[in-house]
């Protein structure tokens, strides 16, 4: 969670219309803003895809000349670490991790993960 904090001359009258997540603290005339608003932790959702070729290199790089790490079979569940490019960065069910081309790729249905 982020907390913005400053420290300067603000007038009352405007502390209280900074908003109502705002806590001031008076010292000697100068007043302590910490940001309160509440901030929602990012949810991860976890995106799922299926091989979509009878054969698919999970590459240690992102490019076609990058070693291979295993052979993926059409159907593999894979779920996406991230990507760059045309590329996505995936975990098959074994943990294992690498870079597959997203040309052979689609999206799982829900519930199959």
């Known amino acids: 969670m982020k907390q913005v904090s400053s420290v300067g001359r603000v007038p009352l009258v405007k502390l209280f219309l900074f908003g109502l997540g705002a806590i001031t603290f008076g010292i000697y005339g100068y007043y302590l ?40 079979k059409l159907g593999d569940q894979l779920q996406v670490l991230g990507e760059k490019e045309n590329w996505l960065n995936v975990r098959d069910e074994q943990g294992n991790s690498g870079w597959v081309s997203r040309l052979y790729i689609v999206l799982s249905p829900p519930g199959l993960q």
């Open 33 to 72: 803003i910490l940001s309160l608003y509440p901030q929602q932790p990012a949810v991860e959702t976890a995106v799922w895809v299926q091989v979509a070729a009878p054969e698919l290199k999970l590459r240690q790089e992102p490019a076609d000349e990058a070693r291979a790490v295993k052979s993926m």
